[in-house]
């Protein structure tokens, strides 16, 4: 294989939720990806997963010019095991450290699987009981509303249902429909958290200089680990 060609070789790293996720891009573009559903097991999965990947599509560590890592929300354990392992590969290899939201990225693969249909975009990673991670996003990928915590009670979205189509995904997604029943609601079961929808997204990161300080990063949990208090409304 001709490396030379490929400009930018980035390894995308998704520990958010159950599914412990690598990937490798060139340009952009996701020419492997190796994914574990196993859940759990992110800590003894996340380096032997890097290796193989590198290793069946002919690559050394040492030819990546960045890392993307899914900043969060999403499970508190698996950001800091996938946070950590990217942060080490980048200190080592003195290379960047990208991040990118996940609840963007899983936007990404739902606008992208739904053929870039018109209508509010809101990604939902589960955050125990009736409370989700969410967002609200255009077919355009602008956010209209921040990433935060939200407790799902029946009419929480009607401003945006009144006005047009909603979609609904994420591990949070399944456990709300009962309470989001509308004839403008959709729910897509085909989008999931991965690796490869860091790709694009850190590429363009990566070549318009938007990288992150190693030593200052961490993950976005938007809530601490203790805390009881839950957002009932979205915040205007």
């Not at 591990?171 to 958290?193: I, S, Y």
């Not at 190693?214 to 601490?224: C, L, R, T, V």
Request: aromatic share 8%; proline share 5%.
């Amino acid at each position: 294989m001709d490396k030379e060609k490929y400009a930018m070789l980035i390894l995308g790293i998704d520990t958010s939720t159950h599914i412990c996720s690598v990937a490798l891009a060139v340009n952009g573009a996701t020419i492997d990806c190796i994914e574990n559903t196993a859940g759990h097991a992110h800590a003894s999965l996340i380096t032997v997963q890097i290796e193989e990947i590198l290793h069946r599509n002919q690559y050394n560590i040492h030819q990546l010019h960045a890392v993307a890592v899914s900043q969060g929300p999403g499970s508190y354990t698996g950001l800091r095991i996938g946070v950590s392992a990217a942060k080490g590969i980048c200190y080592v290899l003195n290379i960047p450290l990208i991040a990118v939201s996940t609840l963007e990225a899983l936007t990404r693969k739902a606008i992208t699987n739904n053929n870039n249909e018109p209508g509010f975009y809101m990604p939902m990673l589960d955050a125990m009981r009736m409370e989700v991670y969410t967002a609200v996003y255009t077919s355009t990928l602008e956010c209209i509303e921040i990433p935060q915590a939200l407790v799902i009670t029946p009419g929480v979205f009607d401003t945006y249902l009144n006005e047009q189509p909603c979609y609904y995904f994420g591990t949070g997604a399944a456990k709300c429909r009962p309470l989001l029943q509308h004839p403008n609601a959709g729910f897509m079961a085909d989008v999931e958290c991965s690796a490869t929808n860091l790709s694009e997204p850190a590429f363009e990161r990566l070549t318009t200089g938007k990288t992150e300080d190693i030593a200052y990063f961490f993950p976005d949990y938007i809530k601490n680990f203790f805390s009881n208090k839950s957002k009932t409304e979205l915040v205007h």
